[in-house]
């Protein structure tokens, strides 16, 4: 890159102006829920299987009837990527209603996430699952969160014993990721909290005129851009180092063939601070690029956070719950139940008839089957430091 474009590419960048959105455009795009599988896997060949236990789970999630789904959009490494392979999938899991789109894609499968967002930009109605399955995706030991990851009973190997100065190395292992995206008056309707909202994005010839219409759309500031997150070929990761030298927060590189577009955004949306803004620019193997801002939403409770308990009478697990909660976090919490075998809860009985307790944290997934401890305190805490920021503004 020359110096006379980066000079160009920092002065856009500085002159970006935020634009605060409090209500959501009802039309605006927003993640429901986001899921992936964790690292280390026993079954390592066989990504179909992946594929349907992540999606599962993330039905689950966004507590939404099955029914509602009208696409599935699943990119492969490997020749699963049958769209009747997937339509059996889906069938399998009570998808019923959804067309199913199976693409092949050797890199980050920008591809099946651009034709997401573009399928909600023309029906306002639409409920989307996307998923991604690799044989080679790389991760950096610690950084991944407890609460993107899937709480169903996958078959893990134990991992290799590394020293504590490795905490940062990178390993490759398979998985699966998926994402529940909608827009912003589906989710109002059944009554949802989202996790993200994407509050921008567009395809463009590079990266760098990817970042130069930021300046000419709906305008964000540079220094409010929590986290940038870069996917490219290995060769190109220099190409944004100015990035580093107008001191944004984070800027993260990723190897365009060892991460896929869901699982970036899949921890993207969970590592968020709340409230604040990621950018993610993702470059496609034919060298164009996709440029996403997403804000994470975390609903502020008026007293304190809620959880929702989806249960039914007896349930010995459920009683074990709600002791550990009151044994752990007293006074940190309100309780409410919901009981699935109840007429008016037909729909709740549909998703989790086998794997309450299921529980909530205000309008969004928290764990089911047994506490996730990890997960709750990674979620209150999060709560507590947006309070805390939002009365420092």
């Known amino acids: 890159m020359s110096a006379i474009l980066c000079s160009r590419c920092s002065r856009s960048l500085w002159h970006i102006v935020r634009h605060y959105s409090f209500k959501l455009n009802p039309k605006a795009v927003v993640i429901a829920a986001a899921v992936r599988t964790p690292n280390t896997l026993q079954h390592v060949n066989q990504e179909h299987q992946l594929t349907g236990m992540v999606i599962d789970e993330l039905v689950k999630r966004t507590a ?4 509602e789904f009208k696409k599935l959009i699943v990119c492969s490494s490997s020749d699963m990527a049958s769209n009747d392979a997937l339509s059996s999938m889906a069938r399998n899991l009570g998808l019923k209603s959804c067309q199913t789109h199976a693409i092949k ?6 591809s099946g996430l651009q034709m997401s967002l573009e399928c909600l930009q023309r029906d306002e109605e639409d409920w989307i699952i996307l998923g991604d399955t690799r044989t080679n995706i790389k991760h950096q030991a610690g950084k991944i969160l407890a609460s993107e990851l899937m709480t169903a009973a996958v078959p893990v190997r134990k991992a290799p014993a590394v020293a504590s100065s490795s905490e940062n190395v990178e390993k490759s292992s398979s998985g699966a990721a998926a994402l529940a995206l909608t827009t912003a008056q589906m989710a109002e309707r059944l009554q949802l909290q989202p996790l993200a909202l994407v509050r921008e994005f567009f395809i463009e010839q590079d990266n760098l005129q990817a970042i130069f219409r930021l300046n000419n759309s709906q305008p964000i500031q540079l220094k409010d851009v929590h986290s940038w997150e870069l996917v490219m070929p290995q060769q190109q990761h220099d190409n944004l180092s100015m ?6 927060n984070d800027v993260h590189t990723h190897d365009i063939s060892q991460i896929t577009a869901t699982h970036l955004l899949t921890h993207t949306v969970h590592a968020l601070p709340a409230g604040s803004l990621g950018c993610v620019v993702m470059e496609s193997t034919n060298g164009e690029c996709l440029l996403m801002v997403l804000e994470k939403l975390v609903p502020k409770p ?5 959880l929702t308990l989806y249960t039914k009478e007896p349930c010995p697990l459920c009683d074990d719950l709600v002791a550990q909660l009151e044994r752990n976090f007293a006074g940190e919490f309100e309780l409410k139940k919901v009981f699935i075998d109840r007429k008016e809860n037909v729909r709740y009985l549909r998703l989790f008839r086998h794997d309450i307790p299921v529980l ?3 309008g969004q997934f928290l764990c089911m089957h047994r506490l996730n401890e990890e997960v709750l ?4 805490v999060a709560i507590k430091s947006g309070g805390a920021e939002e009365k420092k503004t």
């Open 64 to 67: 939404v009837p099955r029914d």
């Open 105 to 110: 894609d050797e890199a980050c499968s920008v």
């Open 243 to 248: 990035l580093v030298d107008l001191n944004v």
């Open 302 to 306: 008026e007293n304190l956070p809620q």
């Open 360 to 362: 909530f944290l205000n």
């Open 377 to 380: 305190r990674e979620r209150l």
